[in-house]
């Protein structure tokens, strides 16, 4: 592998990962994320190939880029997803490769996503109960995805398995503490994430932003939680239970923003590059992967757009101006 100078933005900060979206289709409906009828989904002509992504997932390496996370929409719903998975894990300077899912898919590809490579897995949850889990997905699925998670159980490559729950003020409140017990039973990270404004219905407030801060109080009224070291690029601050069974993770975008030492760009399904999650502008990249360009004509455009990073992403700060696409759009 050519190894080329590092990516780094204008403020400094050496960009180490990205996520990489191979579908904007999902098959559930999250009310934090997409309306019932679903979105005007791309047509498979827009959609980057696997050949393309493992040809960006190499250039990227060559700059120091070595965390590749693939997500959607589901991107289980892609079809052929380990065949993308095996791909990858052949890219020279890729460290780590992980799959985030809503786990629907994972009692007959888990075993399938491991034998290509798979090392890494979240899985978002966002209730434990049947009726809620069906409010809040808009699917009647969640022993689906129990049965995805204990098929994931049954290969020890997996770990750890990652449990996301977005916390929302007035739904999530309830079952704070059967996520923890979970933590504690299954060997899963359940990982709290606050609701950010990224939902197509544009009903985001910060009133239903329920804390990082909030959760672990509730948390601790009934388990003592030990704070544990993450690196400085971590999106999560770790907790373990403090007699040692368990862990559980809080993600904190809106309350204690990470902003200043992010690491992470984003790649969307039709090969547009995001460097925020919240970022106005995106950088074509498809165009010029069909068009001949060679691969230092892609570096440079990736370079080009990484020194525009913005410092932060400004959510809840007077002019905060949020993103015309949703999550599914974007790439969780």
């Known amino acids: 592998m050519t190894t080329r100078p590092p990516l780094t933005d204008s403020f400094d900060r050496r960009i180490e990962s990205v996520r990489i979206s191979i579908t904007d289709r999902c098959n559930f409906r999250c009310r934090y994320c997409m309306p019932a009828e679903g979105l005007p989904w791309l047509q498979r002509s827009e959609v980057l190939t696997f050949e393309e992504i493992e040809r960006l997932a190499r250039i990227l390496a060559a700059m120091g880029v070595s965390h590749v996370r693939i997500t959607g929409g589901e ?4 079809r052929d997803a ?65 049965e995805g998670l204990e098929e994931a159980e049954r290969y020890p490559e997996l770990r750890p398995i990652k449990v996301n729950c ?5 739904f999530t409140e309830q079952e704070v503490v059967a996520f923890a017990e979970l933590a504690r039973r299954k060997p899963y990270v359940v990982r709290f994430i606050e609701f950010m404004p990224l939902d197509a219905d ?18 601790e009224a009934a388990h003592p939680l030990v704070r544990l070291p993450a690196p400085a690029s971590s999106t999560a601050e770790r907790w373990a239970f403090a007699d040692g069974a368990g862990e559980v993770g809080f993600i904190n975008p809106v309350s204690q923003p990470f902003c200043s030492s992010c690491d992470r760009i984003r790649i969307t399904a039709e090969g547009a590059l995001r460097t925020c999650l919240f970022a106005l502008e995106e950088t074509d990249l498809r165009t010029p992967l069909r068009s001949g360009a060679d691969d230092l004509a ?35």
């Open 166 to 170: 977005v916390a929302m003020r007035g």
């Open 75 to 78: 991107p289980l719903v892609r």
């Open 298 to 332: 892609i570096e440079a455009l990736i370079r080009e757009a990484v020194a525009g990073k913005r410092m932060k992403h400004e959510i809840g700060e007077p002019g905060f101006v949020r993103s015309a696409k949703s999550m599914s759009q974007i790439g969780g």
């Open 82 to 146: 380990p065949d993308l998975i095996e791909r990858l894990v052949r890219v020279p300077g890729l460290d780590d490769l992980a799959l985030t899912t809503n786990g629907v898919a994972l009692r007959t590809l888990a075993g399938p996503l491991v034998d290509a490579g798979l090392r890494r897995i979240n899985v978002s949850l966002d209730s434990l109960d049947h009726t809620r889990f069906a409010e809040v997905t808009r699917r009647d699925m969640l022993d689906r995805v129990l």
């Open 202 to 219: 544009r009903t985001w407030s910060k009133d239903d932003v329920l804390t990082g801060d909030e959760i672990r109080a509730m948390i």
